[in-house]
């Protein structure tokens, strides 16, 4: 029951920006399916186990002034994708998302630990937007929000459906 909760509450908290790259949007509810998991899978049972799972998963939800996600270079083909990677060194950097009215937030990316080599990037980042109060009083009074990525080797954008612009204005206060 929970898992088929997570999973539709899943289906408004992720934005594709072109074919290959997707922002998969965090949220309490999120990381306590991910901690879940992690605990079911690794078979943690202890407190301290459990405590570290916490600690890992615990910064990936918002704390209401900005959001979280797991960001994506998506390729099913294995060459493709070594390819696509060595070409987007960076591309973390040049992704952003934009409330209406207001300038591109670009995300502190990574904090956890370097993702990217002298040779190519990960396929996957985690990434932190910093909304001011203005940006985030303008998307809860129903402003559009756009998410792009602006890299010399991937350029795309999109705006966010209503279901999707809804669930994220609910992790801000």
């Given at each position: 029951e929970?898992?088929?909760?997570?999973?539709?509450?899943?289906?408004?908290?992720?934005?594709?920006?072109?074919?290959?790259?997707?922002?998969?949007?965090?949220?309490?509810?999120?990381?306590?399916?991910q901690v879940q998991e992690m605990l079911r899978i690794e078979r943690i049972f202890e407190a301290e186990g459990i405590q570290?799972?916490?600690?890992?998963?615990?910064p990936l939800i918002p704390d209401?002034?900005?959001w979280k996600a797991?960001?994506?270079?998506?390729?099913?083909?294995?060459?493709?994708r070594k390819r696509a990677?060595?070409?987007?060194?960076?591309?973390?950097?040049?992704l952003w998302v934009q409330v209406e009215g207001y300038d591109k937030v670009?995300?502190?990316?990574?904090?956890?630990?370097?993702?990217?080599?002298e040779d190519k990037t990960?396929?996957?980042?985690?990434?932190?937007?910093?909304?001011?109060?203005?940006?985030?009083a303008a998307?809860?009074?129903?402003?559009?929000i756009r998410a792009g990525i602006s890299h010399p080797a991937y350029t795309a954008e999109t705006i966010l459906s209503d279901s999707v612009r809804d669930s994220l204005v609910g992790d801000l206060h």
């Open positions: 929970f898992r088929a909760k997570v999973i539709d509450h899943k289906k408004d908290r992720r934005v594709a920006i072109g074919e290959h790259a997707a922002l998969y949007f965090e949220d309490a509810l999120t990381m306590q399916y570290d799972e916490l600690d890992v998963y615990n209401g002034q900005n797991t960001f994506m270079m998506e390729y099913s083909d294995v060459e493709e990677l060595s070409q987007l060194i960076g591309v973390e950097k040049t670009h995300p502190i990316a990574n904090e956890d630990l370097e993702r990217t080599t990960s396929s996957v980042h985690f990434v932190r937007f910093e909304l001011t109060p203005e940006m985030a998307a809860k009074s129903g402003a559009a």
